[in-house]
C-alpha cells in the first residue's frame, strides 16, 4: 500500500507556544510519524510538502499549487492521496479539487483537525488514519473530506457537497452525496475570484462598485429570502444587468416559496440549483479564470456540486 501525504500546514500540522498555535515544520509531519508507529509502518508513505500556511490565509497561489501537486501525482502509482489542510478553508480546497479531479480513480482525502495534535481534544489523528482506512478499504474513487465530528467515527464528505461550518461550530457537514461522471483536469486560477459575494442582512448596503467584478452570488436568509423591497438592492441588479454581470442566488430549494421568488426572476437574478456556497464560490472563480461560456458552466453540473 503506498499513499502520498500532501501536508499543507493548518492546525493539524502546528503546535501551541505561548497561548497561539503556531505553524511548525517538525509537527507538520506528525501525523504521518504517530500512524506509522501505531501501525507497524504498513503503508509506504510518500511526504511532498508544497506550502506551509495556516489556511485563512490561503490565496490563488496555494490552490494553483496543490492542483498541480495532486494532479501530476495522479498517474503515479499511488493506491491513494492525503492532503493535511487547515480547517478555516478546506471547503474550498476540497470543492477545487473536485472539480479538477471528478471522480478520479485515485482517492484524494483532505484531513484536518480542531485542535493541534499535541492536544488531546485534537481529531486530527483519528481524522487521517480514517483516511487511511478509507484508501485500504477502497470505499470510494474521487475528492473526499475524512472528519470526525464526535472524535470516534469519522465520515467522508464529498469534495463538492461540503457546507460551511455552523458559526461558532467545528462539525463538518455536507449535502447528500451525488453520482460524479465528468472533471475539469489541472486548471489556474487568476489571482483574484472577481466575484462579489453578498450575504442578506437587514439594513445591509447595496452599493458596491461593480468595476471589477464579473460575478454577484447572492447567499440569502435561510429560506432563499432577500429584501425585494430595497431600492438600492434592485438597482444593484439592474446595474449589474446592463454591464452584462450575471447575478445568482444560492441555496434556494424548490418547491412552495415565497412569493419574492417570482420577483427575483423578474429582476434577472439566475436562482442556481442547490448547492454548497462553497463549491459555487469555487465554481464562479474557476469559470472566471478558464475560456468557457460562463453563465452556462455555472448552469451545468461539472463535478457533483449540484
Given at each position: ?9 493548518g ?14 515544520e517538525?509537527a ?14 504498513d ?11 495556516h ?34 478553508s ?104 472577481n466575484?462579489?459575494?453578498?450575504t ?13 467584478i ?47 421568488v ?19 464560490y ?23 456540486e449540484?
Amino acid at each position: 500500500m503506498k499513499i502520498l501525504a500532501v501536508l499543507t500546514g493548518g492546525t493539524i500540522g502546528s503546535v501551541i507556544r505561548d497561548g497561539y498555535i503556531y505553524t511548525d515544520e517538525e509537527a507538520k509531519r506528525l501525523v504521518v510519524d504517530n500512524y506509522l508507529k501505531e501501525n507497524n509502518n504498513d503503508v509506504d508513505f510518500d511526504v511532498v510538502e508544497p506550502f506551509t500556511i495556516h489556511s485563512e490565509n490561503v490565496s490563488s497561489n496555494e490552490i494553483n499549487k496543490l492542483v498541480e501537486v495532486v494532479c501530476d501525482n495522479l498517474a503515479k502509482g499511488y493506491d491513494g492521496i492525503i492532503v493535511t489542510h487547515g480547517t478555516d478553508s478546506l471547503q474550498f480546497s476540497a470543492s477545487a479539487l473536485a472539480f479538477a479531479l471528478g471522480n478520479s480513480n485515485t482517492p484524494v482525502l483532505l484531513v484536518s483537525a480542531q485542535y493541534p495534535l499535541c492536544d488531546s481534544r485534537s481529531n486530527g489523528q483519528i481524522n487521517f488514519n480514517g483516511a487511511v482506512d478509507f484508501i485500504k478499504n477502497k470505499q470510494g474513487n474521487g475528492v473526499y473530506v475524512a472528519y470526525s465530528n464526535d472524535n470516534q467515527t469519522v465520515e467522508f464528505h464529498q469534495g463538492n457537497r461540503i457546507i460551511m461550518f455552523k458559526e461558532a461550530g467545528d462539525s463538518v457537514y455536507s449535502l447528500p452525496p451525488v453520482s460524479v461522471n465528468s472533471a475539469l483536469g489541472k486548471f489556474e486560477l487568476t489571482e483574484k475570484s472577481n466575484t462579489l459575494v453578498i450575504t442578506i442582512t437587514p439594513g445591509a448596503i447595496y452599493n458596491y462598485d461593480l468595476s471589477d467584478i464579473k460575478a454577484v452570488i447572492l447567499r440569502p436568509y435561510h429560506s432563499g429570502t432577500v429584501n425585494i423591497k430595497s431600492q438600492e438592492f434592485l438597482d444593484l441588479v439592474n446595474e449589474a444587468k446592463e454591464k452584462n454581470i450575471p447575478v445568482y442566488l444560492v441555496n434556494l430549494k424548490r418547491g412552495i416559496n415565497y412569493e419574492g421568488v417570482m420577483e427575483y426572476e423578474k429582476a434577472g437574478i439566475e436562482i442556481l440549483p442547490f448547492c454548497s456556497f462553497p463549491s459555487i464560490y469555487m465554481k464562479a472563480w474557476i469559470g472566471n479564470s478558464i475560456n468557457c461560456d460562463f453563465n452556462e458552466f455555472m448552469k451545468t453540473s461539472i463535478a457533483g456540486e449540484f
